[in-house]
Structure formats: structure tokens, C-alpha cells
């Protein structure tokens, strides 16, 4: 088990003894080991300091100069104490910077709410020009790293500070936009996760296997531009759907499909994520139960859906 | 670059009243805008414009050119008059200013005007977003200089210090900042809103060399200017000026930092900036 946010760092370190058309601009913490690169390569890595305004104004003034950055810090600082920056100066001229976020979701455990960030899709979904991607494990987690890369653009990239399981194989391919169809027991009911809690939902759909519920599980690893067709395939298939995410039940991924599908594809949903909270100290797993986002809830909500199909 | 006699100091002065009297048409004919802070700069954007900055208005773009960010976005009006008087853009352009469709945005858009570094309008972030411009110039070992303009209420965001700290630590010897020094914000005097001062001790503790000048004197602004980009900096000048400066009823008025003359105020404008010294 390896957690997203170190596997992301080492990969762009690799591809960075490759490519030297980018750079990494950090706020002096320790994200997601994208600060060694200075060791590496010290004319391609700036020290911003705890000043995370300017880390995405710097940021802005490399990327107009054609560089492609890589700013680097805690989500919930580099989504809030910054975000106007993000806004202004990112978004709004279409900047290549890839904004990487660090310690999202109440995974973050013990260090408590004001270092869990569980509002941050919510918040850069609503940028235009802003696109969102989230690795479910650490393999996605290395695809994704060559795959914003690759991009050009604003990119938010939402990781994860601890371990988490692995899922995917070597085959595994991410695809910008595309959601992955990673399970598929039958037409009872669709789990469309993001990120790390894609592994709760393939447990929820073994469990719900016992009890006679066929369901299929879908990882939505691009958040924006959320894949629609991937959702409305599912709905068409289904006609339930359970959205999980280690986000707010404001402005993430549930927010996203409920109102896709209440325009394109009426049917029932429930979703499943953080109640209008903020975060606390305690392990993950406790959290997750507190807020009946642990696989006994999923199977509960999938079972819901299913029930008022009949 | 293309060929280009750098203005004297007579030529700026008269370049200057140019570009006062653009100003005020353009925020006439846009029914609203920010004349005060257009005219308080508008010697130190001639300068800048006709005789300091190695620029090429056929090649925008041209990867030699210096750099000039305007921090203080809401001034655009005395930008886009020097930009398109400069060749950037066509002088008819400039009745389009804030109007549906414009590449003259209220605020200035990088994509849509051509000769606009970068996107502006929030107060506090030009001056970084110059920072990392002059890091990218500074690694790639570039010789040209990054200029950023902003405004003396500005220098009360957070943001400018954690710039200004940062063009320090980094040794940018290629980025001079210029803050207008009009004494005047939207509410009333930076005295009364929050003070600013000692600023140049300010800029001083802050690891910058600090030049201060008054901002009318056009043979002040232009050795100033020329100075500072032969010296390693960064390099911040301090230029006292007059908000509404070469407009009489505007100059150090507060309304002026925001509104757009009428008819008869246009009028009035005009033939004070023309009938101005020579
Ligand atoms: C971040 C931000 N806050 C507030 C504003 C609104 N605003 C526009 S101009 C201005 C006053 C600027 O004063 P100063 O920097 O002294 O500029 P000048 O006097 O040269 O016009 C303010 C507060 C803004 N544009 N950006
Ligand atoms: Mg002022």
C-alpha cells in the first residue's frame, strides 16, 4: 500500500530525468515528495515559502512564460487560501499549471478539519476552465502523473496523504474524461466512486452479490468534465445509482451526476459522502462509519435504491 | 525588432498629453472606468512605452521583449492608450474600451488584448505573477528586464509582500517594480485607510534597492526608468503622483478614481490637457 500523493511526486521526479519542459514551484511543505526535485534539478524547482498566494502567482508569471508548472501543496491551502489566485490568474487565463492538492478528504485522519479538505472539488468545479482528476489508487496514481504531464492547461489534481489499497493492475490506463468501469456483476445498481473510496465500493458490491443485488462499479477518476455518458449508460442500465466520495455532499462528485441525471435520466439515486461538516482527529475508518460512508452504509444505500425500484 | 526612435523627453511630454486626452475619451465614451489612476501613470507609462521597454508591436509575442505586467488592472484606460498609440492595437479600437465584445475587457485580458502580459484586475498579484516571469527569464538566462506597475493602496494586500519577499530571496536582478504614489485609494488618502507608510523603508527591509522619484517629472521618470534597468535589482521606484494628474478639476479628487467624465467634464478635460505646458 503505497498513498496517492507519493506515488504521483516519484513519477513526475521520473519523468521530470526525461522531459525538461516543466517545472514545480513549492510551498514549503512536505506534500508530495515533488520538493525533492530541487536536489535533482535545482534550476527547475522554486521555493515559494509558506505564501501560498504567491506560489499560484509565480505560478501564473512561469506559465505565461511557457513553462508548464507544477504547484504543489496541501488541498486545503492550495483550494481556499489561494483560491482567488486559482481563479484569477490560473482559470480565468487559461494557464498550464497543474495545481496538485494533497491531504484530501477525511482519509487525513488524525490531523483534524482545518487539514482535511472535503470541499475542494466543490470549490475548483466551479472555475470554469478547470479540470479535476483523482487517482483511486496508487497505479492510477502513476498514470495520472504522465497524464497531466501530458496536459495542458488548468489542471487540479486531488490526492491522498495516507496508504490506501491497491486496486488496478499494470493495465490499468487513464484515460482524460473517461470513467473506469471496474466491476460488473449485473443491472441491479450502479456505485460510481472517486478516488480512494473506490475500494469500499468494490466491497460493497461483493457483499451485495450475497444478498442476490448485482452491481456494477464505476470509477470516476476525471471529476470535470464529469464523463457523462459513462453515468448515463449506467443510469439507462440501472435506474439506481450510489454516488461515494471522501468529499462534501456539497459540490462533488454526487452533486455532479444527481444534476446530470435529473436533467437527462430521472432516477433513483442516493449519495453517499460528508454530511455539511468539517472534518476531526481520529482514524479514517471511524470517520467513515461516524458518517455512514463504510461499506455496511454503501450496501445500506445501495439496497435503498434498489428497494424503491420495485 | 522593428525599427523605433525612443521618444526624447519633449516627445514624452507631448506623447503624454495623448494619452491624457485618450483616457478621458475612453472613459467618457465607456460611461465608466478608472480615469484618476490612468492619468497619475501616464508619464511613467510613456516612458516606459516610448523610450524604455524593448518591445516589437508587430511580434507581441517576440521572446526578447521586456515585460510589463500592470498590477493595478483597474488603470487598463492608460494601458491600452499607449498599446494602441505604440501600434499593439488600432487607436479606433480604444472607443470599444468595456464594451460587449471588446478585446479592451474592463479589466485587461492577456488573450484578448494583444501587448497585455497578463490578465489583471485583482488587486495584489501582478507583482507575483512579474516574479515568476522574471524567475523564467532568470533560469533560461534571458537578458530582458520585467517591469510591474501597481498602485499605492495595492501595496496593503498580503500578497505584494510575500512577492516582493520572494523577488528578493530569488535574486531577480531583472524585475523593478513601480508603485504610483498617489496618496489615494477608493475610500480616501492611504493615510486614512491604512497606512503605508514608511514605504520605502518598507521596500528597503524587504531586500529591495528603492529609487523615489516624482512621477510628472518626465526627464525624472525616464532616468529613473533607464537606471534602474542597468542596475541588478529587483529594484522598486517609489514615484510621487497626482491622481487625475493634467486634469484640474480631477487631480486629487477621490471621486475621479472611478468615474466617467460627462459631456461637458469631456470637453473641459480636452482643452485643458491640450492647452497644458509645453
Ligand atoms: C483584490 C482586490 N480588492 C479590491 C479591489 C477593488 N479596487 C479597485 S481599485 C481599488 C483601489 C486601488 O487603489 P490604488 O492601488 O492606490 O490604485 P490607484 O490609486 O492608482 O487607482 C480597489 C480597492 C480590487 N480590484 N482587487
Ligand atoms: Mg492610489
Not at chain 1, 522531459?19 to 510551498?27: I, P
Not at chain 1, 504547484?71 to 483550494?79: D, G, H, I, R, Y
Request: charged residues 20%.
Amino acid at each position: 500500500m503505497e498513498a496517492t500523493r507519493f506515488v504521483f511526486g516519484k513519477e513526475i521526479l521520473e519523468i521530470a530525468k526525461t522531459h525538461d519542459d516543466f517545472v514545480v514551484c513549492n510551498a514549503d511543505t512536505k506534500a508530495c515528495g515533488i520538493e525533492a526535485m530541487g536536489d535533482l534539478f535545482p534550476t527547475r524547482s522554486y521555493s515559494i515559502g509558506i505564501a501560498e498566494q504567491n506560489l499560484i502567482n509565480v505560478a501564473a508569471g512561469l506559465a505565461a512564460e511557457d513553462f508548464k508548472v507544477f504547484a504543489c501543496t496541501f488541498a486545503v491551502f492550495v483550494t481556499m487560501r489561494c483560491c482567488e489566485q486559482v481563479r484569477n490568474f490560473i482559470c480565468y487565463p487559461h494557464l498550464n499549471v497543474t495545481v496538485v492538492g494533497t491531504h484530501t478528504g477525511l482519509q487525513v485522519g488524525e490531523d483534524g478539519a482545518t487539514h482535511a479538505a472535503v470541499e475542494d472539488v466543490a470549490i475548483m468545479r466551479a472555475f470554469p476552465n478547470m479540470t479535476i482528476i483523482q487517482p483511486a489508487d496508487a497505479v492510477a496514481a502513476k498514470a495520472i502523473a504522465h497524464a497531466a504531464h501530458q496536459f495542458h492547461g488548468p489542471l487540479y489534481v486531488r490526492l491522498h496523504r495516507n496508504p490506501s489499497p491497491l486496486i488496478y493492475d499494470e493495465s490499468y490506463t487513464f484515460e482524460l474524461g473517461k470513467a473506469t468501469r471496474v466491476l460488473n456483476f449485473g443491472d441491479d445498481v450502479a456505485l460510481i466512486s472517486s478516488g480512494i473510496m473506490l475500494q469500499k465500493a468494490l466491497d460493497a458490491a461483493g457483499a451485495l452479490k450475497e444478498k442476490g443485488i448485482k452491481a456494477r462499479v464505476i470509477d470516476m477518476s476525471t471529476l470535470k468534465p464529469l464523463d457523462e455518458d459513462a453515468v448515463l449508460e449506467a443510469a439507462r442500465a440501472t435506474n439506481a445509482i450510489v454516488t461515494i466520495e471522501d468529499h462534501s455532499l456539497i459540490g462533488g462528485l454526487g452533486s455532479a451526476v444527481t444534476q446530470l441525471l435529473s436533467e437527462k435520466h430521472p432516477c433513483h439515486v442516493k449519495c453517499i459522502g460528508i454530511p455539511d461538516v468539517f472534518g476531526e482527529s481520529g482514524p479514517s475508518e471511524v470517520l467513515y462509519a461516524k458518517h455512514r460512508m463504510d461499506v455496511p452504509s454503501i450496501v445500506a444505500a445501495a439496497e435503498q435504491v434498489v428497494a424503491k425500484k420495485r | 525588432m522593428a525599427d523605433f526612435e525612443k521618444l526624447d523627453v519633449q516627445e514624452l511630454k507631448d506623447m503624454a498629453r495623448t494619452i491624457r486626452q485618450d483616457i478621458v475619451k475612453m472613459v467618457h465614451a465607456a460611461g465608466s472606468g478608472h480615469p484618476g489612476g490612468s492619468l497619475s501613470a501616464t508619464d511613467i507609462m510613456t516612458a516606459l512605452y516610448f523610450n524604455v521597454l524593448n518591445l516589437d508591436p508587430q511580434q507581441p509575442k517576440w521572446k526578447g521583449r521586456d515585460r510589463f505586467v500592470l498590477s493595478k488592472g483597474h488603470c487598463c484606460p492608460v494601458l491600452y492608450s499607449v498599446l494602441a498609440r505604440r501600434g499593439f492595437i488600432d487607436v479606433s479600437d480604444l472607443t470599444t474600451l468595456r464594451k460587449y465584445g471588446s478585446k479592451l475587457q474592463g479589466h485587461p485580458d492577456m488573450h484578448k488584448c494583444p501587448g497585455v502580459e497578463m490578465s489583471a484586475g485583482s488587486l495584489g498579484n501582478g507583482i507575483g505573477c512579474a516574479v515568476g516571469m522574471a524567475i523564467a527569464a532568470k533560469v533560461r538566462q534571458e537578458d530582458h528586464k520585467v517591469f510591474v506597475l501597481l498602485g499605492d493602496g495595492e501595496c496593503q494586500e498580503g500578497s505584494v509582500w510575500e512577492a516582493a519577499m520572494c523577488g528578493a530571496h530569488h535574486q531577480l536582478g531583472n524585475l523593478i517594480a513601480i508603485v504610483d504614489v498617489n496618496r489615494l485609494q477608493i475610500l480616501d488618502t492611504t493615510d486614512k485607510v491604512m497606512k503605508i507608510d514608511p514605504l520605502a523603508d518598507k521596500w528597503r527591509s524587504f531586500g529591495w534597492k528603492v529609487l523615489e522619484i516624482d512621477g510628472h517629472d518626465m526627464a525624472q521618470v525616464l532616468d529613473t526608468l533607464n537606471y534602474a534597468k542597468s542596475i541588478d535589482g529587483p529594484v522598486a521606484i517609489l514615484a510621487a503622483t497626482v491622481k487625475g494628474k493634467g486634469v484640474s478639476f480631477m487631480e486629487d479628487v477621490i471621486k475621479w478614481h472611478g468615474a466617467a467624465p460627462s459631456e461637458k467634464e469631456l470637453g473641459l478635460a480636452l482643452s485643458e490637457i491640450e492647452g497644458a505646458a509645453k
